[in-house]
Every structure is written in structure tokens, then in C-alpha cells.
């Protein structure tokens, strides 16, 4: 075993390319192109959202979060659909963001429509993210992918 970032032996040099190997299969996998950041981190998808979370800048302290001073047109609002794993809907409530549930579609399933009406509710707010899972761990249901 050794550390990826050390090329000064045979095993370091061996594990590096083995770490560049699997980014690259996991890119091709999911079709990323070269412009596109695949983030590793070690703990699965609740450990990647914190990630992404942190580095937006969308986590802070509890007790800091009165001095902040946003006005509500200032937070960000987060879009989450009811299919989503707990690490992609629990993890955003604790940001500065506001999370709203999608309701489901007549047959269940997330509705771009219901998307559509939510974003138009909220079209007065600086910053909307869209955290949606492609498919549940689940059912096993696909999420439409809306373009």
C-alpha cells in the first residue's frame, strides 16, 4: 500500500495509476467530458453533498446564521423532489437555503411541471439549486431529465 501522491516508489507509482484509471472509467461511466469535475470523497453521496455544500459556502454555524444579515430574496432556495435519498434532502435544511419539496405528479413520479409552478414562485430569489437524483436507490424509477 502506499499514498497516491508519492511516485518516489514502484508501489506509489502502481496505486497513482491505479487511481488515475478508476477517475477515468468513472467519467466515462456517467459520460462526463473533460471540462467536467468528478469529486471523490471517500464516504459515498451524503459526504459529497456536504462537500458541495461547504464549498458553495452554504454551511455555516447555527448561531451564526441571524448575523448574516439575508434578506429573503438573498437565500438561496433549493428544489428537492420526494424521491430523493436522505443525504440529498436532510443535508440542504441544514444550509442557509430554504428547501422545498416538489410535490408528486398525478402518478406519482416527480413532475417537471410541478417543478415549472415552483421556480415561478420562487423566480424573485437570487439563487435556485436543483438537487434531484437521476435515478432512486429505491425503486429503481428514473428522475425526467428536464433540458
Known amino acids: 500500500m502506499a499514498n497516491t501522491h508519492s ?3 514502484l508501489t506509489g507509482q502502481t496505486i497513482s ?5 478508476a ?4 467519467k466515462q461511466h456517467v459520460n462526463a467530458g473533460p471540462d467536467d469535475i468528478l469529486m471523490l470523497t471517500g464516504s459515498g453521496m451524503t459526504s ?4 458541495l455544500q461547504r464549498l458553495l459556502g452554504l454551511k455555516v454555524p447555527e448561531w451564526q446564521t441571524a448575523s448574516l444579515g439575508f434578506t429573503e430574496r438573498d437565500r438561496p432556495v433549493i428544489f428537492v ?4 435519498h436522505h443525504s440529498n434532502h436532510i443535508s440542504w435544511a ?7 419539496m416538489l410535490e408528486p405528479g398525478e402518478d406519482g ?6 417543478l415549472e409552478r415552483s421556480l415561478n414562485l420562487y423566480k424573485h430569489r437570487y439563487f435556485k439549486i436543483g ?8 425503486t429503481g424509477r428514473t428522475t425526467p431529465i428536464i433540458s
Open 7 to 9: 511516485e518516489s516508489s
Open 17 to 21: 495509476q491505479a487511481y488515475k484509471m
Open 23 to 26: 477517475r477515468q472509467i468513472i
Open 48 to 51: 459529497g453533498i456536504n462537500k
Open 81 to 84: 423532489s420526494h424521491m430523493e
Open 94 to 100: 441544514e444550509t442557509i437555503g430554504d428547501v422545498i
Open 109 to 114: 413520479e416527480v413532475s417537471p411541471a410541478q
Open 131 to 138: 438537487a434531484f437524483t437521476a435515478c432512486s436507490n429505491v
